[in-house]
């Protein structure tokens, strides 16, 4: 019940296209759910986050679409470039507790 | 620089023995978190403190971690015995019950991490 489960692993796509991240979940007690992005060598930060009560959340390129009722949710990256290039984290908080997806590297075509 | 700091970022070691990793958080937040992270995952989350109570503790947390913040300030990792299977990143977060914008909701800020290998 604690899983957050993300997917692809890995994703392939080419400059100026769209990178599409998706996460399941199971606790309803979950309610904040944030997607960090992290390069090597580094920390995770913070990239956009979204509440339940809100079905999408807009911030310059990055795009969450959130699906309350099928517990599902996912980041879109628009017109991707090659500094995108990470890994992104999908994550889901009760409390003080975060439970992180196990990742998705991007890598962006130049 | 006034982000999460941690020290040291490497730390190579041998099996048996005792590790010590220290993390200064952002000066006003009062919450810190400590995670560890292996290769191709994402962080895990080890323990959390309140200003200094440790308030929870991961099952993760085995009797050889122990996680200390005396003054409510910085934080120490303390890993006794080492294993190899305690090579990880070891990631250290604050934060403050404050909201700091309408995205954030008592966001978790991050350090880069201590990277530990256990040979």
């Known amino acids: 019940q604690q899983q957050v489960k993300q997917s692809p692993q890995s994703l392939i796509v080419q400059k100026g296209g769209i990178s599409i991240i998706n996460c399941a979940y199971e606790?309803?007690?979950?309610?904040?759910f944030p997607w960090y992005q992290q390069f090597p060598g580094k920390g995770p930060a913070l990239l956009i986050a979204?509440?339940?009560?809100?079905s999408e959340k807009k911030e310059g390129r990055f795009t969450i679409s959130f699906n309350k009722s099928a517990k599902q949710f996912s980041l879109h990256i628009m017109d991707s470039q090659p500094g995108d290039s990470a890994t992104y984290f999908c994550a889901a908080r009760g409390g003080f507790k975060t439970i992180f997806g196990a990742g998705t590297r991007l890598f962006v075509k130049a | 620089d006034t982000g999460v700091s941690q020290d040291p970022r490497h730390k190579i070691t041998k099996r048996g023995q005792n590790v010590t990793f220290r993390c200064d958080p952002i000066s006003e937040h009062n919450r810190l978190y400590w995670y560890r992270q292996t290769l191709g995952q994402g962080p895990e989350f080890l323990t959390y403190f309140q200003n200094e109570a440790q308030l929870e503790k991961s099952r993760l947390l085995s009797d050889r971690f122990s996680a200390e913040r005396p003054k409510g300030s910085f934080s120490t990792l303390e890993i006794q015995r080492t294993e190899q299977g305690d090579s990880a990143m070891y990631l250290c977060?604050?934060?403050?019950?404050?909201?700091?914008?309408?995205?954030?909701?008592?966001?978790?800020?991050f350090g880069p991490g201590t990277r530990l290998t256990v040979l």
């Open positions: 977060a604050s934060s403050s019950p404050l909201a700091q914008g309408p995205s954030s909701y008592n966001e978790q800020f």
């Open positions: 979204i509440r339940p009560d809100v």
């Open positions: 606790n309803t007690a979950f309610d904040y």
